[in-house]
């Protein structure tokens, strides 16, 4: 059966660091003054947190500058458009009261588009007139539960569009307690076959937390439901949650448990950088993982500073069947919080994915992208072509809030500027898209519905 995990000398204790204490990072000595003031202009506003881990095992601190790592975690200056960047260091040099800095951050938050693609209004079920708030269910087959104890990450992602929820101004926080509610909606919806478990990252709870969540579902034998999955990013960042913490192999049994009930697992686990597929601990914890019958699913986004360049994502794909690990998804960058500085353009995702795709043998290209989580569905880029000597973006939906619009090519009018399938006109002179007037519809059908 599974092999303990040894390590030398002590097992590594989580240790986070955040905007408060991460002047104690002996590391952060090589910062220059304004750099370390960047991070507590940018760390105000939006989501900072980092982990010994992620310090002493994936940044390489000779060249922090420009590593990826460094970037995908700490603050950096570009991250706030300019006004929003002098506004909040004009404060914090003032010394103003920390009531009026959080007012200011909340106001900037306001303005970076906290909820993109109608998450709260239009994705939230009901069961016997209940609003389950820590759930959304967009596409008919996977419903999305958010454990109100896993709303955090062991680190934070500077691009991260969960941001609201860490941050503090998130009233209508997706999560909620009540798996049971969960089970009932589950009994009224026999066409959902997926759980997907999501956060913040539902691996930052103790076993016995996640425990709580996931037996009474395997209790409730639902007989539609085929697929749990679980989207982490805890192997990226502290993989030991697999290994030496101290309920390690405590979850790796329920993950067995779950798969000898006969339910698939899927771990959707995110990374961004072949660096972080690259620590003895990281491979470990695959293994493990593995061990149990449980598939790891990886995906991340496409981001300026960190991974743009179509090198590094056959690597990653590569490396990643290599440990075992199936690749899944592709995303574009949302629309939302540091968009301006991780965002490309979907013209250049594209060139990007297509030239990654070529590098790589048939097994690394399950995956698929580049996809935008956008209102209407996951739409994928799949490409500039001409149509009757005209340049076009062809696209089509992964998964639409309509079974319906999914694998029909569409086209948008060329724009090698645009970051977002929302900035795209219909090509050809059409006045919309063809799925807009149904989305329409079925929006006010919804609202029709949770008013009534
Ligand atoms: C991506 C996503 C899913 C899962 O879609 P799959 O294509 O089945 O992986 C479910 N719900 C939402 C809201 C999503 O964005
Ligand atoms: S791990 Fe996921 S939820 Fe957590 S900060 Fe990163 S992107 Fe956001």
């Not at 986004?301 to 590094?312: G, S």
């Not at 899944?328 to 965002?343: L, N, P, S, W």
Request: with cysteine; proline share 6%.
């Amino acid at each position: 059966m599974r092999q303990a995990f040894k390590i030398e000398g002590t097992p590594p204790k989580y240790r986070a660091f955040t905007l408060q204490t991460f002047q104690k990072i002996p590391q952060i000595a090589r910062l220059s003054k304004e750099e370390k003031f960047a991070i507590k202009v940018v760390g105000n506003v939006l989501p900072f947190r980092v982990n010994n881990y992620v310090i002493e095992e994936l940044i390489d601190w000779d060249n922090y500058q420009d590593d990826p790592i460094f970037t995908l975690t700490f603050p950096q200056k570009g991250m706030l458009i300019p006004t929003h960047f002098n506004q909040m260091a004009t404060l914090l040099k003032q010394g103003a009261s920390s009531q009026v800095i959080h007012k200011t951050a909340n106001a900037i938050r306001m303005q970076l588009n906290p909820h993109p693609a109608g998450q709260i209004e239009h994705n939230v079920p009901q069961v016997d007139g209940i609003k389950l708030t820590g759930v959304q269910h967009k596409y008919r087959e996977t419903v999305l539960f958010f454990p109100s104890q896993g709303q955090t990450c062991h680190a934070y992602c500077s691009f991260c569009f969960r941001w609201p929820q860490f941050v503090g101004i998130d009233e209508l926080k997706f999560a909620m307690k009540e798996t049971q509610l969960l089970i009932k909606y589950l009994r009224q919806h026999p066409e959902v076959t997926d759980i997907l478990f999501t956060g913040g990252d539902p691996m930052i709870m103790r076993t016995k937390a996640f425990a709580s969540y996931i037996e009474p579902i395997l209790q409730a034998n639902l007989p539609n439901i085929k697929t749990i999955r679980i989207g982490t990013k805890s192997l990226s960042y502290w993989p030991y949650r697999f290994l030496t913490d101290s309920d390690a192999d405590a979850m790796l049994d329920l993950f067995k448990r779950i798969v000898d009930s006969g339910i698939h697992l899927a771990i959707m686990a995110h990374f961004n950088h072949p660096r972080e597929l690259q620590t003895h601990a990281l491979e470990a914890a695959v293994e493990r993982i593995r061990s149990t019958g449980a598939q790891i699913r990886t995906q991340s986004p496409i981001l300026a500073h960190i991974n743009d360049d179509a090198k590094t994502w056959a690597t990653m794909w590569q490396q990643q069947v290599n440990l075992g690990m199936i690749p899944y998804y592709m995303f574009i960058v949302r629309d939302t919080g540091a968009q301006h500085f991780f965002g490309i353009p979907l013209v250049r995702a594209w060139e990007i994915f297509r030239d990654a795709y070529k590098q790589v043998s048939g097994i690394c290209r399950t995956v698929r992208g580049p996809s935008a989580s956008a209102k209407p569905g996951k739409i994928q880029i799949l490409g500039v072509t001409q149509v009757a000597g005209k340049k076009v973006i062809a696209m089509r939906f992964i998964q639409g809030r309509n079974p319906n619009w999914v694998h029909r090519p569409f086209f948008g009018e060329y724009d090698d500027k645009a970051i977002w399938p929302t900035e795209l006109s219909p090509a050809f002179g059409e006045k919309q898209f063809f799925f807009e007037q149904d989305e329409k519809q079925m929006l006010v059908d919804k609202q029709t519905a949770t008013t009534a």
